[in-house]
């Protein structure tokens, strides 16, 4: 599986981004998606994750009710719409995948698309 992110950028704070992830090659094997980030000098950390086919949907507390992760199975690509964006929000953006179905963000990627920056100014 290989996933490819896009959608980073410079927003100002209160600002929204959404940044997208298109799966290709064994994506039959897909039952969860979701997105990390990385701020520096922290430890990579879950920002929300789906359930590639039911649908179930887990957030990280610090984005709750700011942000909201949905998938298009048909075009095997997940997004994440972040919204009120607060410069706390500042990381490397990474797009994960994993064959297994877990509840909950704590789970551990078989699969991880590129990072995509994003900077939250003041």
């Known amino acids: 599986v290989q996933l490819q992110a896009s959608g980073g950028g410079l927003v100002q704070a209160g600002g929204s981004l959404r940044l997208s992830c298109a799966a290709s090659?064994?994506?039959?094997?897909?039952?969860?998606m979701g997105w990390f980030r990385q701020a520096p000098g922290k430890e990579r950390e879950s920002v929300a994750t789906?359930?590639?086919?039911?649908?179930?949907?887990y957030y990280a507390d610090s984005v709750k009710g700011r942000f909201t992760i949905s998938r298009d199975n048909a075009k095997n690509t997940v997004y994440l719409q972040m919204n009120s964006l607060k410069p706390e929000d500042t990381a490397v953006y990474y797009c994960?995948?994993?064959?297994?179905?877990?509840?909950?963000?704590?789970?551990?990627?078989?699969?991880w698309g590129q990072g995509t920056q994003v900077t939250v100014s003041s």
């Open positions: 994960a995948a994993h064959p297994t179905y877990y509840r909950g963000t704590q789970w551990a990627p078989k699969y």
């Open positions: 090659g064994r994506t039959f094997e897909i039952s969860l």
């Open positions: 789906i359930s590639w086919r039911g649908g179930s949907t």
